[in-house]
């Protein structure tokens, strides 16, 4: 599979096929990493960490915990 660089402003662009894209999960906002191996680029997706909702919580202390607040009454047609 092959493609072409372009000129994207003052640096150089290329555009992934969609196929090579799915095959690797990458879609429009995936982090990337670029590096270097011999005469080679090396494009490596970063894959974002899933936490478990215990796993989020473990920060959680009394005193970084806040309290609820009001918000007054609705003032359109919420449901409360």
């Not at 992934?16 to 080679?40: C, H, M, Q, W, Y």
């Amino acid at each position: 599979m092959t493609t072409v660089v372009a000129k994207w402003g003052n640096s150089l662009a290329i555009r992934l096929p969609k196929a090579l894209a799915e095959r690797v999960n990458v879609k429009e906002g995936t982090d990337i990493t670029f590096s270097i191996s011999g005469n080679s680029i090396v494009i490596t997706p970063q894959q974002r960490k899933k936490y478990t909702l215990d796993e989020l919580l473990e920060g959680m202390t009394p005193d970084n915990f806040h309290s609820e607040i009001d918000t007054g009454s609705a003032v359109g047609n919420e449901v409360w």
